[in-house]
């Protein structure tokens, strides 16, 4: 069986940072996408950064220049550093990762259980 956790998140000050971790553990043959996704209340659940297994990470235009996305292929872990926080990244943030157990030739979309992240004075 396979699972994301996360650690990290919590209530901040604008202008300051914050680091968000996920862990990938189970039965996993290969990992393809690895990335984080937010929803603040009354909105829709949207992409805030991914990291592919090859390839340039991209970001939402919100958080470029902000935050930064780094994945550790080895330990099959996923950061999310989110400096400048403004209260507007306020929301509950969720890993995502797109991953083949050893059991199946299919590939799953699979969640963590989302940390919050509140910005405010």
């Known amino acids: 069986q396979v699972q994301l956790v996360e650690s990290g998140g919590g209530l901040v000050q604008p202008g300051t940072s914050l680091r968000l971790s996920c862990a990938a553990s189970?039965?996993?043959?290969?990992?393809?996408?690895m990335g984080w996704y937010r929803q603040a209340p009354g909105k829709q659940r949207e992409l805030v950064a991914v990291?592919?297994?090859?390839?340039?990470?991209k970001y939402a235009d919100s958080v470029k220049g902000r935050f930064t996305i780094s994945r550790d292929n080895v330990k099959n872990t996923v950061d999310l550093q989110m400096n400048n926080l403004k209260p507007e990244d306020t929301a509950v943030y969720y890993c995502a990762a797109e991953i083949r157990p050893y059991s199946t030739p299919t590939v799953y979309i699979y969640w963590g259980q989302g940390t919050q992240v509140t910005v405010s004075s």
């Open positions: 990291a592919p297994s090859g390839g340039s990470s």
């Open positions: 189970g039965s996993i043959f290969s990992i393809n996408f």
